[in-house]
């Protein structure tokens, strides 16, 4: 098929339109993962318009960034969140599952008729972190969690080997020495929240935010069943 004809055949709808990661970006916003839409094209950053935009072209822009989960996507709200200069791209379509943007629909670059009145601001969750404090190193101690900016603790309900690999892998720190629960203890507790409990891993989960759990911040426990975590560091 002949490149006039294929153009035809999509009319002005384009596929995989390529902003690499670095093309990408949430500006104006608190932080990284709060802002106004951009992404880079002929070295020049503009907007994206808000028609046809929805949560899941959301959900790829916060996974794409290394953010956290999308929480918010509306039009800017006021003159100082608004875009200047190109609109770059509009009718931006995503089924939630790219792994990028780039893997979404659109029209052509620069094709609309906007006004950055409706230029898109997205917010998403912190990314996910975890570390171990109160060990000898890094790779032990007891497991906090950061969630909306605050460390917190992990309660050791129903907690095994299974979830113990996938922080230490997570962390690079080898493999689970799954301590006993004196051991693990050892550590002290902690203070202020507790932001996971019931956490349930296969073991083949690459970080701790992929296994199941409650909503955050919703247990029955104390800070003295905080979990600890030993590794072997290699």
């Not at 995989?16 to 670095?22: E, I, K, Y």
């Not at 507790?194 to 935010?209: A, F, Y």
Request: net charge neutral; aromatic share 6%.
């Amino acid at each position: 098929m002949g490149i006039a004809n294929y153009c035809a055949l999509v009319g002005s709808r384009h596929f995989l339109f390529s902003p690499p990661p670095g093309n990408l970006r949430l500006a104006d916003g608190l932080g990284r993962c709060k802002g106004r839409v951009e992404v880079k094209h002929q070295e020049q950053w503009g907007t994206v318009c808000n028609a046809g935009w929805n949560l899941s072209a959301a959900k790829v822009v916060c996974q794409q960034l290394g953010c956290g989960r999308a929480t918010l996507t509306q039009r800017c709200c006021n003159k100082a969140t608004q875009g200047q200069g190109t609109i770059w791209l509009s009718q931006v379509s995503c089924s939630g599952q790219e792994l990028s943007l780039q893997h979404c629909t659109s029209m052509l670059w620069g094709k609309n008729n906007c006004t950055h009145d409706e230029d898109t601001w997205v917010e998403c969750e912190d990314p996910f972190d975890l570390r171990l404090v109160g060990g000898d190193s890094r790779c032990s101690g007891r497991l906090e969690v950061l969630h909306k900016g605050i460390w917190g603790s992990v309660c050791d309900d129903g907690w095994e080997e299974k979830e113990d690999q996938v922080v230490c892998k997570q962390l690079g720190c080898g493999t689970s020495l799954y301590p006993s629960v004196k051991a693990r203890r050892s550590f002290g507790p902690g203070v202020g929240r507790i932001w996971l409990d019931d956490v349930r891993c296969s073991g083949k989960e690459q970080s701790l935010d992929q296994c199941q759990h409650r909503f955050w911040g919703h247990h029955n426990c104390n800070h003295k069943e905080d979990v600890g975590v030993i590794c072997s560091e290699q």
